[in-house]
């Protein structure tokens, strides 16, 4: 016997049928014998929806009654999950974040979980109901409803699994675990069975949209057991989910003495970036922090920074990216900041992509990002930066040569499987 | 200055621009230096959606898990009714049925309001702030969203105003008032200033379906003032709710003295009645109820009752109505129960009008029955069944009759105005 939470998105909750096969799942799992909470989504379609309606009502709603709004989304699929439940036999009850509570800060549309509270829950488990919890909101500081941000659903299922000790944490997704690559770039991606926290954390950043990165952050820092898999399965003929099927997100040590693990653990991309560069920015102390200060302050996310050694007039160029969706915000900051920067110059160009090749081995082997710089080159594709971090190398490359550079870093470090027949 | 409490339906909460009228309505009231709280419904169509969801997840769907489905679509309207108001410049917040609290009975899904808190709205509505507030809705016992059954926010809206001494409750509807009778029957039919709470009631369950016939019972019991008034006309250009341009509910001492009161108030119809007769029945002690009770037992709500004398041969014919929806069920409790009854045969007939006259007037004056019977016999409309009570007499009739009938007893009892414009 384990306690199990299971998690399940939007497409899998869209419309009654689908609730029913999840139903039927959850029921496999109680019947096995496991104690078993679910958190679910909302029907997908219906948070954009619901947001399309406060945008519409005012361009700058009230964070607090959007969440009122938004929150209905996935109070709606735990009240009909509940009841699909008990149509199939199985005792079960919705939990609202704020009954349980789910007691999350302040920060209405993008709150944080701060406990949650399982004195009645855990009640609930042990006597064999499924307890159904809504995704995505709690209860903040001050009695109203909060939301966790978009995305947050992955988010409240590992909190949910950290705070009732649960064995494992099943997230149900339209993929069916996490690949060397995008299958869909390089038909021979194989599926991982293991990664780990800061492995998977690099991949998400990096584009591979499986999970939310603040959710396997969470994971790692309470050491929550995260599996990845298909929900798309026949809901009676798969695999049961402690077979693994999927992939889990374990610790490094879980990992240690995998010998067949390959160097490298996965290659992402990642087109949603824009490179800007400043020409001509003074070379003197305090340059680099006038540049940047005005994009923390929108909260716009830089990522890689490049500064070129000082011309022979004094002034160099600054290269950085921040996230497309950002780019017109972040021009106009700096066009207001121009006097106080110093440039001369503005280039954007967002016909750029990102690649990294993710992996732990990194740490234990030099000459890694060495294959990468020469694989790269072999096929004539131009480096225009490059950031490291641990277990990470990312080079920014022109757009349309995204695929190309994933099947020869694939193919260069070791990762093509055996052609998949879905290819 | 003022405490109103409005109350806004569906479908004036269909839609952004809809909803922005409601705010520009509430916004005059609060220019206007009055404390305003609002009860809203879901957006039309929105409340059936989601019991749809429920039915088809589970046609004996848990109440409970029920109430947490259907409840949402209130939750909705009222997050985006505060946006709404704070972007018209009104301080507002809304208050789910759970925060306030509203208590409730556990009966989830037919519930019944016990209490309302209202300390911290109260300071909420000293401060200025208007309270947006979902209809239908409440906190059961035990701790569970509970939801008041159909048509439950006239009710939610004359508890709040019970609750916070409102002044007045301003009920928006899809009609300007209550009439004398259908204007779509009798164009000449007038807009009643002023209805005492148990002629609302009368008119209400005959058919004049403008408030929920349990919040008009509840608005009698705690002597609130409920108007009815019309949602569709331009919002800054209506007359202000002050100047009472619908209908006022209020108790018999506010309508003692108006001399140019009729005698009869309205006259109302409703097609939704079935005429059931037993014949044969035996004419012993106990016959009758052996009739009621099986129905009584299903909830079956028996209105008008006709037992003729018996016959010479011991046996007589009970005839008496229910609401159609109900006539399959009740046939089929009064066949199993044939034996225990000792009828003859069953013959129904669903082709009936039930017409009904209704007036505190008809207290101290007699007679008045009589003119009703007088002018349906000129025009050869036979009656089949005759109910009354204290301020109401009932004919069942042929459905074909129907209107000709209004409009004889219209005419027959001085109700007619000047024709409206808009026939």
Same mark, same amino acid.
Do not use: W
């Given at each position: 016997?384990? !306690? ?16 029913? %096969? ?5 029921? !496999? ?12 989504? @909302? ?17 700058? $709603?009230?964070?607090r009654?959007?969440d009122v709004?938004v929150a209905s989304?996935e109070q709606?699929?735990s009240g009909?999950? $509940?009841?699909?439940?008990? $149509? $199939?036999?199985?005792?079960?009850r919705s939990w609202m974040g704020w009954q349980l509570p789910i007691r999350t800060s302040s920060?209405h549309?993008?709150a944080?979980i701060e406990a949650i509270e399982?004195?009645e829950l ?9 307890a159904v919890v809504p995704g995505f909101q709690g209860l903040a500081e001050g009695g109203g409803i909060s939301t966790l ?7 409240s @299922?590992?909190?949910l699994?950290?705070? +009732? ?16 690559? =995008? ?10 069975? !293991? ?5 998977? #954390? ?12 603040? /959710? ?16 798309? =399965? ?14 889990? &997100? ?46 923390? =302050?929108?909260? &716009?996310?830089?990522?890689?920074? &490049? ?7 004094? %002034? ?22 121009? *006097? ?8 954007? *160009? ?6 990294? &090749? ?5 740490? /234990? ?19 225009? @930066? ?20 994933? !099947? +020869? #870093? ?14």
């Open positions: 016997m384990a !306690r199990i939470v299971m998690k399940f998105g939007g497409t899998s909750m869209a419309g009654i049928e689908r609730i029913r %096969s999840v139903a039927r799942r959850v029921k !496999r799992e109680v019947d096995a014998g496991n104690q078993v909470a679910v958190v679910v989504s @909302a029907m997908a379609g219906e948070t954009d929806r619901l947001v399309g309606f406060c945008k519409e009502a005012s361009p700058l $709603a009230d964070p009654e959007y709004v989304g709606v699929t009909l999950l $509940a009841i699909a439940l008990q $149509a $199939a036999g199985v005792p079960a920060a549309a993008s944080r399982t004195a855990n009640t609930s488990l042990s006597k064999g109901e499924v941000g978009r995305g947050g659903s992955d988010t @299922a590992v909190a699994a950290a705070a +009732v000790k649960a064995d494992r944490c099943d997230i149900y997704t339209d993929v069916d675990g996490v690949y060397t690559t =995008d299958p869909r770039i390089v038909p021979r991606a194989q599926k991982l069975k !293991r990664v780990t926290y800061e492995e998977m #954390l690099e991949l998400a950043s990096v584009g591979a949209k499986v999970l939310q990165t603040r /959710s396997v952050g969470l994971a790692m820092k309470e050491g929550v057991r995260v599996q990845v898999l298909s929900s798309f =399965d026949d809901p009676d003929a798969a695999p049961m989910a402690d077979t693994l099927p999927g992939t889990m &997100i374990v610790g490094d040590d879980e990992i240690g003495d995998d010998m067949e693990r390959q160097l490298i653990t996965g290659i992402a991309h990642d087109k949603n970036e824009a490179k800007v560069t400043l020409t001509d920015v003074p070379d003197k102390p305090g340059a680099v922090a006038a540049i940047f200060s005005p994009l923390a =302050d929108l909260s &716009i996310n830089v990522d890689m920074i &490049i500064q070129n050694i000082a011309h022979n007039s004094g %002034s160099t160029d600054v290269t950085f990216t921040v996230p497309q969706a950002e780019l017109a915000r972040a021009l106009d900051a700096l066009d207001k900041a121009k *006097d106080a920067i110093g440039f001369a110059g503005i280039v954007h *160009d967002t016909k750029v992509a990102k690649i990294s &090749i993710v992996g732990v081995g990194m740490r /234990s082997h030099a000459g890694v990002a060495s294959t990468m710089f020469s694989a790269l080159a072999d096929r004539g594709i131009n480096i225009q @930066a490059i950031s490291t971090s641990e277990i990470k190398v990312s080079v920014l490359i022109e757009e349309d040569y995204t695929e190309l550079a994933v !099947r +020869v #870093l694939h193919t260069a470090y070791g990762l093509d499987g055996a052609e998949s027949a879905s290819g």
